[in-house]
């Protein structure tokens, strides 16, 4: 039969001791990783999210309603150009800058002479994707030019 060897008293305190303070580091991390995501959806997914889907919803009900009404009208060449606008959105275009991740990410990655803007832009092959980049500015006037159609063709499609 083979003995277990002794365990060395202090060096078996340490390595509990070390193991407890990289676990409790992970478990706070964990929970204040959770605590922001679920704020940042709360105040600022939920909400732009839904905006940009009410948008994009009330543009294709209108577009229905004029392809089957006014096929050749002016207004649906307009609905046309701004779903087609709505549709290339991206959510991170209209979202507010968060300046405290950003400054994380600085200190933490290297880009190596590449410009981090190029990189969030980047296909799935790692090419440049040109595309004009949207604003909050931009969404603000597709909705009030939306509201405008809408309520010149009477459709209560926006409230």
Known sequence: MIMPQR????????????SGYREGIIAGKEAFLQSGFDAGFADVGVPLGRELGNLRGAAAAMR???????????????????????????FSDITPRDLEAEQHAKEHLSFDDHDPAIIEDAGPRGETVPQEKR?????????????????????????
Request: glycine share 4%.
């Open 64 to 90: 229905s309603f004029l392809n089957s009404q006014k096929p050749d009208s002016l207004e649906l060449q307009e609905l046309r150009r701004m779903s087609s606008i709505l549709s290339t959105i991206r």
């Open 7 to 18: 365990l060395n008293g202090p060096r078996f305190t340490s390595e509990f001791t070390n």
């Open 135 to 159: 604003t909050v500015e931009d969404v603000a006037k597709l909705k009030e030019r939306l509201a405008l159609l809408s309520a010149k063709l009477g459709l209560p499609v926006l409230t």
